[in-house]
């Protein structure tokens, strides 16, 4: 049993002795083989993104010019301007999006 408790004693001892937590004179920062300290050539400047606006609503326009060329029988543009709508419309997105997607089913359904 005593060698066991020796072995231990001895490993505890080794793992406190080169732990590198642990103070010795070649982990210093003098040292030759020390690694510079880490600098940054630039803070960044977090205020821009944080003044973003908001994006302009789309969705009020894109149905006038839906019902405008639904009005004036402009086949061609009512497709485009429906394609459109059809890509941008989401009942799970944000406003303008499930705006889109209303109209979409109020057209169709």
């Known amino acids: 049993m005593q060698p066991i408790l020796e072995r231990r004693q001895r490993r ?3 793992n406190v002795a080169t732990s590198p937590n642990a103070s010795t004179s070649s982990n210093t920062a003098t040292s030759p083989n ?3 300290p880490i600098t940054f050539a630039r803070q960044l ?16 326009d894109l ?3 839906c019902a ?4 004036d ?3 061609s543009n009512l497709h485009r301007l ?3 709508l059809n890509e941008l419309a989401s009942p799970y997105g944000d406003c303008e999006q499930r705006l889109a997607y209303a109209f979409l089913q109020a057209l169709f359904c």
Not at 51 to 58: F, G, H, I, N
Not at 68 to 71: K, L, N
């Open 82 to 84: 429906l394609w459109m």
């Open 45 to 60: 400047d977090l205020d821009p993104l944080l003044s973003v606006e908001p994006a302009k609503p789309w969705a009020a």
């Open 63 to 65: 149905l006038r010019h």
């Open 73 to 75: 029988k402009d086949s």
């Open 34 to 36: 020390a690694p510079p």
């Open 68 to 71: 405008r060329a639904f009005a």
């Open 12 to 14: 505890s001892t080794l």
